[in-house]
């Protein structure tokens, strides 16, 4: 029968702890190599070209007007809604010259989608006006 056998099982778990980690009250575990955390965007490496605006199905990826850059052929720039994002990364596959990378960041929850731990803009801050 299942009964006895679940019995069992609920007394050893009961003796033994949680087997989970009881975050936040210890330190979250590490995360494997390959994690999909908050991507990482190197503003440097970018050409502006929208490949990754182009392939994201979520919408998270946005060609922005960069006002630091003095060449108009490079002053496009990305920025990234994490409120959005799903994680798919083809972004960073799409991408011609490896701008975005895998991020290890995986603590984003927030009450405001304006959030500044939840925009990856890589740029000088916007005037609020």
């Not at 019995?7 to 778990?13: A, C, E, S, T």
């Not at 995360?31 to 050409?47: L, N, S």
């Not at 990754?52 to 007007?65: H, Q, R």
């Not at 991408?95 to 991020?103: L, N």
């Amino acid at each position: 029968m299942a009964f006895p056998k679940l019995v069992k099982i609920g007394l050893r778990q009961l003796i033994q702890g949680p087997v989970t980690n009881l975050f936040p009250k210890t330190p979250p575990v590490p995360v494997p190599r390959e994690f999909r955390g908050k991507p990482r965007y190197d503003r440097e490496k970018c050409i502006g070209c929208g490949a990754c605006v182009k392939v994201c199905p979520s919408g998270a990826v946005e060609l922005i007007e960069d006002p630091t850059i003095e060449n108009p052929k490079k002053r496009k720039k990305v920025e990234f809604y994490m409120g959005l994002c799903i994680f798919c990364y083809f972004c960073m596959e799409a991408c011609p010259v490896d701008a975005i990378s895998y991020g290890d960041e995986w603590l984003l929850s927030s009450y405001d989608k304006f959030d500044s731990k939840l925009i990856v803009r890589d740029l000088p801050e916007r005037e609020q006006s």
